[in-house]
């Protein structure tokens, strides 16, 4: 009975691929977020949606664009690429700008 | 601006040993703080929060901070650890009406036999 998931866990690919991370949360929540966490485990805030609109776009390369079809949802799409997204993204929820709960994570390796 | 800084990347410490993990943080408004822990290949897990009221606050498995306001902290502490406990501990502020998280940059809890 996870509140937030993430697929995949793991997401092994080669540079310049296209590849999509996907998020669900079954909380209830209004308000969702990428986080980027890297190999010196420190996390940066990507995106936040709330209420599907887009509150929260970091200084983060267009390569990367998320999707919010609906409120429980928040989907991440990266293109062409690189080897500096290797990293571990972690998506989140939370009710308007409350508690943030975190979900497993995708742990990405670009080759 | 907001931001946090946890001066230990690393603590090593004997099981049943007390620990105080530190976290000071710097704002112009007011602060919701945050410790969130996550253990080896796993995903953040929230561990405690203040958002008012009391100033200190704790968690289920034995752990308790203190936000201090004039001295602008929010201590990590807890009179006995476990090996369990082994993991790495962040932690994080947000504004009262912000939606974004600023983490610090965790400290590694090693407990020792």
């Known amino acids: 009975d996870t509140a937030v998931s993430q697929t995949p866990k793991y997401l092994v690919t080669q540079m310049g691929n296209d590849k999509s991370i996907k998020c669900e949360q079954n909380?209830?929540?209004?308000?969702m977020y990428w986080y980027k966490q890297d190999s010196k485990k420190f996390l940066k805030i990507m995106f936040s949606y709330n209420n599907k609109e887009l509150i929260i776009n970091e200084t983060v390369p267009n390569r990367f664009s998320p999707k919010s079809p609906d409120k429980a949802h928040l989907n991440l799409h990266i293109n062409s690429l690189e080897l500096g997204d290797s990293a571990v993204y972690f998506c989140?929820?939370?009710?308007?700008?409350?508690?943030?709960?975190f979900g497993p994570g995708t742990r990405l390796l670009v080759l | 601006a907001q931001s946090v800084t946890q001066l230990d990347s690393q603590v090593p410490v004997f099981e049943e040993a007390p620990v105080e993990l530190r976290c000071n943080y710097s704002?112009?408004?007011?602060?919701?703080l945050f410790w969130y822990v996550q253990y080896p290949n796993q995903g953040l897990q929230l561990l405690l929060k203040?958002?008012?009221?009391?100033?200190l606050v704790e968690s289920i498995n034995g752990f308790e901070a203190e936000f201090n306001k004039s001295q602008t902290s929010f201590h990590l502490r807890k009179p006995s650890v476990h090996i369990s406990d082994t993991a790495e501990y962040f932690c994080?502020?947000?504004?009262?009406?912000?939606?974004?998280?600023?983490f610090g940059s965790g400290t590694r809890l090693l407990v020792r036999p």
């Open positions: 203040y958002l008012s009221g009391s100033t």
């Open positions: 704002s112009s408004v007011s602060v919701y």
């Open positions: 989140a929820s939370s009710p308007a700008a409350g508690t943030q709960y």
């Open positions: 909380l209830g929540h209004d308000t």
């Open positions: 994080a502020v947000s504004g009262d009406s912000s939606y974004k998280l600023i």
